[in-house]
């Protein structure tokens, strides 16, 4: 955010003063206009009157500080080369003293909140302590700052930014909130990106899943923590979570047995995997209920870090933040917070800092040598993954299952 924050103020500052001064303004008049012509009448389509309307862009003006804008009439800045967690250094996404601390932290308000997690769980089948880990994550366990008024960041994010389309669709999805009595505009606070609440929902998550646990008669995610609780509760049992089963396990994968294997489409019996010589690096064995049930392969930094047996939770984590390394923080910090349990076993070692661009140009020559990559986006998904693993085994390599600067030359 920083970064992004970083770089409007720079194209700014490059302005003129009066052409800068003069710019805002105009921009300003054309978002006033916008308001009141085309956004409004898209929300009258949807049902959204015309109180509603006025209460909720009352003294609403563009946000000038929030990364990721383009006035109009401007282009986005140059593209950067980007490097992301998965390409240089995954450990520093699991800080061990963060870790510790959002364990510690957990376990205090699991014991303080057990009641009520307990009625959670009999509700939607999903364990307490996932339920505060992700409380946890989000929001510090809803002690975060939620400093943006949301309507004034959705509205200026749907003006001018690189994803109008979507921040409009959400934008809408306030408005619905505030139609329906939710809440009001000047109480809808929110994150830079829109995320409102404890649980950090966008406005069309609030409308589907949040939910009315203390019965006071208002779905409140700000301030009840029932209501917080059982709204992400909800959230993940709504996506899919399958109760009674864990998220995953940290295992061992033999040399001789393929990294080029992970994936959910890829499932099969965890006895399978167990028979094949993959094993718990606990010593522990795979509890009997998941040996008869499916589970997936999982190589988030290939041969170069922790290695998982992942259960269909572990994707269900992957819903509320699509990331592999996410989904495994919530499950590491979940297992802290309930069986006291500690970092994963094997290091995440050096996976050679690659950028963005450079993983890019990898899936573009896979996929003109018939490979399937998943989206062609820069991002080392398990397709891309498994890809390169298949290709360095077919090339006589030792597979590694991620995308190295080694293989930049040979893979054109």
Excluded at 59 to 83: A, F, I, K, R
Excluded at 90 to 110: D, I
Excluded at 315 to 339: T, W
Aim: positive net charge.
């Amino acid at each position: 955010m920083r970064r992004f924050a970083f770089a409007a103020a720079l194209f700014l500052s490059l302005l003129p003063a009066a052409a800068h001064s003069a710019s805002r303004a105009e921009v300003e008049k054309q978002f006033q206009r916008w308001i009141a012509g085309d956004l409004s009448a898209e929300a009258k389509q949807n049902g959204i009157s015309d109180k509603t309307i006025a209460s909720a862009f009352k003294g609403v003006s563009l946000n000038w500080d929030l990364p990721d804008l383009v006035p109009p009439g401007s282009t986005p800045p140059p593209s950067q080369d980007q490097s992301q967690a998965e390409f240089s250094s995954p450990g520093a996404y699991f800080s061990e003293k963060r870790l510790q601390g959002l364990a510690a932290t957990g376990r205090s308000l699991a014991a303080q909140h057990r009641t009520t997690l307990e009625r959670i769980e009999a509700a939607y089948g999903v364990p307490g302590e996932v339920i505060i880990a992700i409380w946890g994550r989000e929001s510090g366990f809803g002690r975060a700052k939620l400093p943006h008024s949301a309507i004034e960041v959705l509205a200026t994010k749907a003006f001018m930014s690189t994803r109008k389309e979507m921040f409009r669709s959400e934008l809408v999805a306030a408005l619905h909130m505030i139609e329906g009595g939710d809440i009001t505009a000047s109480k809808m606070m929110g994150s830079w990106a829109g995320a409102l609440g404890q649980p950090q929902f966008l406005p069309s998550s609030y409308l589907k899943y949040a939910v009315d646990f203390d019965r006071d008669g208002h779905r409140d995610i700000w301030n009840s923590v029932p209501d917080s609780l059982a709204s992400i509760a909800n959230y993940l049992a709504r996506e899919g979570w399958q109760k009674g089963r864990d998220w995953g396990f940290e295992v061992s994968i033999p040399d001789n047995v393929s990294c080029a294997q992970e994936g959910p489409d890829l499932a099969r019996p965890i006895s399978s995997w167990e028979t094949a010589g993959i094993s718990r690096v606990s010593g522990r064995g795979f509890p009997e209920p998941e040996l008869r049930a499916d589970g997936m392969m999982l190589v988030p930094a290939g041969r170069h870090g922790p290695q998982f047996i992942v259960t269909p939770n572990f994707y269900v984590l992957k819903q509320y933040n699509n990331s592999d390394l996410y989904a495994l923080f919530i499950g590491n910090l979940a297992d802290r917070i309930a069986y006291g349990s500690r970092a994963f076993q094997a290091p995440w070692g050096d996976v050679g800092r690659m950028k963005r661009s450079d993983v890019l140009a990898m899936q573009k020559a896979l996929v003109a040598q018939g490979y399937d990559v998943g989206k062609v986006d820069g991002l080392a998904g398990y397709k891309t993954r498994r890809s390169i693993g298949d290709w360095q085994a077919k090339n006589g390599l030792a597979a590694t299952c991620f995308p190295s600067a080694s293989l930049k030359g040979r893979l054109k």
